[in-house]
């Protein structure tokens, strides 16, 4: 007898736009945050950089080179010569034009809206980007739809600090799995989110991560398999480029 295939019910479950609907436009722009918001995502995911007089930048890499028609590093350029750049050509000619965006930005459009997941990329090259982070989310009053996620478990200890109450998302490495017990009660004693890349999950951990209260989001290209597996798991939800209409592809169930 074979298997039927129905599409993944994602009812109950949180999306995250992945850099925006990175799909659909250029990642991490308005554009792709708007597409993510037009889906129905109940978060948008963007990366943030600093850049030379100190600005938050939304963008993924630490250079411009893959993204833009610029060349160089983020912290070499001031944002008025980054706001020059065109972001989206190299995504489609019908984005040309289409700028870099700073976090201010971002909020400033999306907050209210939809949920708001801000990654700290490269925290260690970037001294003080914990502070400039807080004290812009210091100025929002909802921080049930703000999470602020990292690689770096310093950088969000260090958040964590600065604002208890602001929501943290721990990004694993591949290479630190599986994570023991005694990790994991460390980590959710200051994360509410513990995000894994999806090919890199056990159901021991998930349910750990249950146990103490935290949540756990995978984030994914679009393997039906791995996907499968990750929500037979239990998973709280999927950071997700929406690379598939309307949102996931069909799974075996
Ligand atoms: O949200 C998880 C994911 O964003 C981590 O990977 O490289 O897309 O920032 P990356
Ligand atoms: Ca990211």
Known sequence: MGQSIKRVDLEGMITVAHRG?????????????QKGLDLGA????????????????VI??????????????????TLD??????????????????????????????????????????PSLYPGIEEKVVEILDQYN??????????????????????????IAVLIETSTTP??????????????????NISNLNKRMVDEIHQREGKVLVWSKTDPKLIQKAF???????ITDFSSW???PPVYV
């Open 246 to 248: 309307p949102y996931l």
């Open 42 to 57: 109940d978060f948008i995911e963007g990366d943030v950089h600093l850049s030379k007089d100190g600005e938050l930048i």
């Open 232 to 238: 037979r798991y239990g998973v709280d939800g999927i």
């Open 142 to 167: 909802d921080l049930q739809s703000i999470v602020v996620q990292s690689f770096s478990e310093h950088a969000l200890k260090k958040i964590h600090e600065l604002n208890p109450k602001l929501q």
């Open 60 to 77: 993924h890499d630490e250079s411009v080179d893959r993204t833009t028609n610029g060349k160089g590093l983020v912290k070499n350029f």
């Open 21 to 33: 609907a990175a799909n659909f436009a250029p990642e991490n722009t308005m554009s792709s945050f």
């Open 81 to 122: 010569e980054l706001k020059k750049l065109d972001a989206g050509t190299s995504f489609h000619s019908d984005f040309e034009g289409e700028a870099i965006i700073t976090l201010n930005e971002l909020l400033e459009e999306f907050y209210g809206k939809i949920g708001i997941l801000i990654e700290i990329k490269n």
């Open 179 to 196: 994570i023991s017990s005694k990790k994991l009660n460390d980590l959710t004693s200051f994360a509410t989110y513990i995000n894994f």
